[in-house]
């Protein structure tokens, strides 16, 4: 079988982060990367599990000594991906996942051609709108800039390889199952 990176993208709020809790209980040998950000951590998330979470001198310091595969500025704050563990996992043959956003999707694709872009859709700019609000663990300025981000990130979702639609967890997990088999059996 064929060990590949693939790239999770999809707008803040439409809910990919539990489509790939659930894809990853289901199949726990893929890795995940964990992100570097310069945001401040939500109630209950863990430095190293969550997010490395850095100060902004940090972040970048590690842009200028180059140890980003993909960095981006997303709504006010930086995230970025670290090569190292990347390159590990591709090394150790394991298969891996990033959960980043569409501009550090596109830096990825255009680095690693193989690398497979997914972009999880929501069904509706409304249904993204009231699942946002709705999960309260932001500001109403933050929620103004992220639906803005929302519908750039959407323009650049006909970039992607695939695009799965989530309007039902099971059945959205079940089309990231069957695109990575796909992809996975591909020789
Ligand atoms: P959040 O602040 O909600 O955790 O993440 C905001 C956005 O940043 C999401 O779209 C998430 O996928 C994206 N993101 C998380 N980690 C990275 C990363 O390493 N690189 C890039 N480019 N985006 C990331």
């Not at 079988?1 to 809910?15: A, E, F, R």
């Not at 929501?122 to 803005?148: C, F, M, V, W």
């Not at 695009?163 to 591909?186: G, H, S, Y």
Request: proline share 3%; aromatic share 10%.
């Amino acid at each position: 079988m064929n060990k590949k990176l693939y790239v999770i993208s999809g707008s803040s709020g439409v809910g990919k982060g539990t489509v790939l809790k659930g894809f990853l209980k289901k199949n726990p040998e893929f890795m995940l990367s964990i992100s570097c950000t310069t945001r401040k951590p939500r109630p209950g998330e863990v430095d190293g599990v969550n997010y490395f979470f850095l100060s902004k001198d940090e972040f970048q310091n590690c842009i200028d000594n180059d140890k980003f595969l993909e960095w981006a500025e997303f709504a006010g704050n930086f995230y970025g991906t670290k090569k190292k563990y990347i390159n590990q996992c591709l090394e150790q043959g394991k298969d891996i996942i990033l959960e980043i956003d569409t501009q550090g999707a596109l830096q990825v694709k255009k680095r690693m051609p193989e690398a497979v872009l997914i972009f999880i859709c929501p069904p509706s700019y409304e249904a993204l709108e009231n699942r946002l609000r709705g999960r309260h663990t932001e500001d109403e300025e933050t929620i103004q800039k992220r639906l803005e981000q929302a519908k750039i990130e959407l323009e650049r979702a006909e970039r992607f390889d695939y695009k799965i639609l989530n309007d039902d967890l099971e059945k959205a997990i079940c089309a990231l199952e069957n695109v990575i088999n796909k992809e996975r059996n591909n020789a």
